[in-house]
């Protein structure tokens, strides 16, 4: 909303901003579950994900602590950025050279880049794919902020999952998985695509900002 409110509209219709009892309410009998959505992010908490069945979609040990939950699902538990609802990384950056490797090696699916995202989409024309994963430590210049990179960006089955018009498709993430596996800090071979950045100095971005790295 033009306040920053942010409102969720129902199967029905109906609008309720969230910190609204009702909407917890509506949402937690709608999903069968007790749900509620927070406009806040907790000091201390948890994220629960389904672990698929491909290579590198979850580290080895923690698919092997995975549980089962009410659906059937395999589920793994694990920690967030502190006070964020950031899984790790607080903005993420891809390349259109990596997107359009992927591309060719699975023509069938569609690699817009709403499925991964991203805050930052870097056009790097016939730049060599996954060029970015060799940014690491770097700082980047992009209008008027500056990042550092810090690391791969490890993928979990959301890019594989309808978005707007962009329909599901499993075999998204099972191209990244083939294609690119690599090492994230300790985990091992992760499958990944784009970066991670953090923020050193803020600013506006706009459409068409050059970027310099260095």
């Given at each position: 909303m033009a306040d920053g409110t942010v409102a969720v509209e129902l199967p029905d219709g109906v609008i309720r901003t969230v910190g609204d009892p009702e909407l917890d309410a509506r949402l937690s009998k709608l999903l069968g579950r007790q749900v509620c959505v927070s406009a806040s992010a907790p000091a201390h908490s948890t994220l629960e994900r389904a672990v698929p069945e491909y290579e590198g979609g979850?580290?080895?040990?923690?698919r092997a602590t995975a549980f089962v939950d009410g659906t059937g699902e395999k589920i793994t538990a694990g920690k967030v950025a502190s006070g964020t609802f950031f899984d790790y990384g607080r903005v993420h950056?891809?390349?259109t050279s990596s997107l359009t490797r992927l591309q060719s090696v699975y023509p069938a699916g569609d690699f817009?880049?709403?499925r991964f995202r991203p805050n930052?989409?870097?056009e790097t024309g016939e730049g060599p794919?996954?060029?970015e994963d060799g940014w690491q430590g770097w700082q980047l210049r992009v209008g008027e902020a500056l990042f550092r990179v810090v690391?791969?960006?490890p993928r979990c089955v959301v890019p594989a999952l309808g978005h707007d018009e962009l329909g599901a498709d499993p075999g998204i993430m099972r191209a990244i998985a083939r294609e690119h596996r690599i090492h994230v800090f300790d985990l091992g071979r992760l499958a990944c695509l784009g970066?991670?950045?953090d923020v050193l100095e803020?600013?506006?971005?706009?459409?068409?900002?050059?970027?310099?790295v260095g």
């Open positions: 979850v580290p080895d040990a923690v950056l891809v390349t817009d880049p709403r930052l989409v870097i794919p996954f060029a690391v791969p960006t970066v991670y950045l803020p600013g506006e971005v706009r459409l068409g900002d050059s970027i310099t």
